[in-house]
Structures are given as structure tokens and as C-alpha cells.
């Protein structure tokens, strides 16, 4: 597989469909997008559709990926471009894999969250067009979930536990105040810490039962914008960095928890850190998982990476 930027100079001649969620960002998306989709709209042909509800960008990336669209630009936040990606897949993961049947995809973080795009340097709505403009892309890992409903698919990260309690309240009462709001959430969240032990199987080793107060299963490094929550992420390496903490008292777990800006709490031996292809959960049950920043209950029974699945405008 060649992971090296593809020769471009510009965004590709080619349809491309934008789906753009007007609500995010507080509702500011939709005016901050209409600038900047004009500019584009001189690099390719853009076909644009705003969101009218919760689950419609997943539909609208379906229906255009069934009638042989290949190329998409979401526009909002982290929970945009995950509906998106699972308006794309599982259809995009099926049959032959001829190159040009990979689906690409652009992003536009016009939301409150930016997580993936940071692992490729971009920050802002600014590095963002101008990735775009150059028209690069990145074969990048997709991740799919198996759960006792279906399949779910992220580019970014699960988690399950404390991270993921924490995201919830973000989500509920603080996610106007960004990045501070998700540290407010978790010192409220530190009074209710647990340490739960979920049976796992990684890759084809022993089953592993530790109590634990949080697990990630991250494709890139970042999450709630610029928490680096595993540092040594890759999302085109073709495996998932499992991040797992495990029991410490409260005031050593407040300090790991300050260390993962640098993402520095990887150095704690009670943090354990470690890359697999496929994650197996021996006992499956009904948990709240945070996905690329959304906030789902699940039953999952499997984790598997696809390498290379997408291409990413980068």
C-alpha cells in the first residue's frame, strides 16, 4: 500500500458531494461555510446539501455513494464527518477494492470538536481549505465496530468508561466552552471515578480481565480537540492503539489526567499501551461508548481495522 501523498495540484476536476450540517458550531457552521464553498466551487463541482436532522448526513452520503459519487466534503464538526463515514460504510468496504472505488473524503471543521485533522497538521478552518486547494490525499485505517445491532465505523477513536462519561457531559452542558468544558466534565466525572474490569482479547492473545477506569481504542491521536490521548497513533499503520488506564487513586489519576495534552500519560505504568488489528470483547454488554465524539449505548463484540479504506484530503 502506498501511503504517500498522491501528486496533486489541486482538488480533483470531479463531482463532489458536500454535506454540510448547518447546525454546528452553534449554528454558525451554515454562514462560515457559504464563503468558503464558493471559493471551492472554482476547484471542483460541488453538489451541497445541509442537514436537516440527526442521522441525515448518513443518508446523504449513502444514497450519493450508491449512484457511483466518489468524492465528499463534510462540513461541521467531529460528529459530521462520522455520519458521513457511516453513510460511506459498510458499502465502501464491500466487494472489489479497485483504487478508484475508494471513497475520498474532505473535511471542513467548522464544529466545536477537530480531532482527526490533527494528526495531519490541521488546526483550523484556514489549513483545512488549504488542504483542499493542494488536493492531496492519505490512504487512511477505518475501524469497524460489530455490536449486537449492526456494524458501526470510526476514523478517530471508541472509548468506553471514564473518557467516554466525561464526553457525554461535555455534550449535555458544556460543549459551547470547548476544551475547557471537557476538562469541567471530567473533574465532575473524578468524583464518580470507577474501575471496571471489560474482558477483552487482543488480537489472538490470552483473554485479559483488568479493572480499569477507562479504554481507548484510538486510530489517530487526538480527542476532545487537542487531548493527545494516544500519542503514538497512527491512522495508516493498520492497527488501533489500545490505551487502557488502570486503577489509581484519585489524586494520581487527576495528574495523568492534566499530562494528556502532551500526551505523557502513556509514561505511567499503570497506563498501558499497546497496537492491535482486531480487539475481541469476551463479554459482551451494554455499555455508553463515545465514538469520534458521539455518545452511543452498544453491545460490542468486535473491533477490526481496515487498512487503507479511505482516502483522505490531507
Excluded at 464527518?81 to 471543521?109: C, H, M, Q, T, W
Excluded at 466525561?166 to 476544551?179: I, P, Q, W
Aim: glycine letters at 8%.
Amino acid at each position: 500500500m502506498n501511503l504517500s501523498p498522491q501528486p496533486s495540484s489541486e482538488m480533483p476536476l470531479v463531482r463532489t458531494k458536500v454535506i454540510v450540517n448547518g447546525a454546528a458550531g452553534g449554528g454558525r457552521c451554515q454562514e462560515r461555510a457559504t464563503e468558503t464553498l464558493d471559493a471551492l466551487s472554482q476547484l471542483s463541482e460541488l453538489d451541497v446539501t445541509y442537514t436537516e436532522r440527526p442521522g441525515h448526513a448518513s443518508e446523504l452520503a449513502a444514497r450519493a455513494y450508491a449512484s457511483g459519487t466518489r468524492q465528499f466534503l463534510s462540513v461541521g464538526g467531529d460528529g459530521t464527518s462520522y455520519e458521513v463515514l457511516n453513510g460511506l460504510f459498510p458499502a465502501a468496504s464491500n466487494g472489489p477494492r479497485d483504487v478508484d472505488d475508494v471513497p475520498r473524503l474532505g473535511i471542513l471543521p467548522l464544529g466545536t470538536g477537530n480531532s482527526f485533522l490533527r494528526d495531519f497538521d490541521i488546526t483550523d478552518q484556514e489549513s483545512a481549505v488549504a488542504a483542499l486547494k493542494r488536493g492531496r490525499t492519505r490512504r487512511v485505517d477505518v475501524v469497524r465496530v460489530t455490536h449486537s445491532e449492526g456494524v458501526r465505523h470510526y476514523m478517530n477513536l471508541l472509548t468506553i468508561g471514564f473518557v467516554t462519561k466525561a464526553g457525554d457531559l461535555t455534550n449535555r452542558r458544556f460543549k459551547r466552552v470547548g476544551e475547557a468544558g471537557y476538562m469541567m466534565s471530567a473533574l465532575i466525572e473524578l468524583a464518580r471515578l470507577k474501575h471496571e474490569a471489560y474482558p477483552i482479547r487482543v488480537d489472538d492473545g490470552p483473554a485479559e480481565r483488568v479493572p480499569s477506569s477507562f479504554l481507548c481504542f484510538s486510530n489517530s491521536q487526538y480527542t476532545g480537540g487537542s487531548l493527545r490521548i494516544a500519542p503514538h497513533a497512527d491512522p495508516t499503520d493498520g492497527k488501533v492503539d489500545l490505551i487502557r488506564a488502570g486503577e489509581m487513586k484519585k489524586r494520581e489519576f487527576v495528574k495523568e489526567l492534566f499530562r494528556v495534552f502532551e500526551g505523557r500519560h502513556v509514561l505511567c505504568e499503570k497506563v498501558d499501551e499497546r497496537r492491535a488489528r482486531r480487539i475481541e470483547f469476551l463479554e459482551p454488554r451494554e455499555e455508553l461508548v463515545m465514538l469520534d465524539g458521539e455518545i452511543e449505548r452498544l453491545t460490542i463484540h468486535s473491533l477490526e481495522v481496515l487498512p487503507g479504506a479511505l482516502e483522505i484530503f490531507a
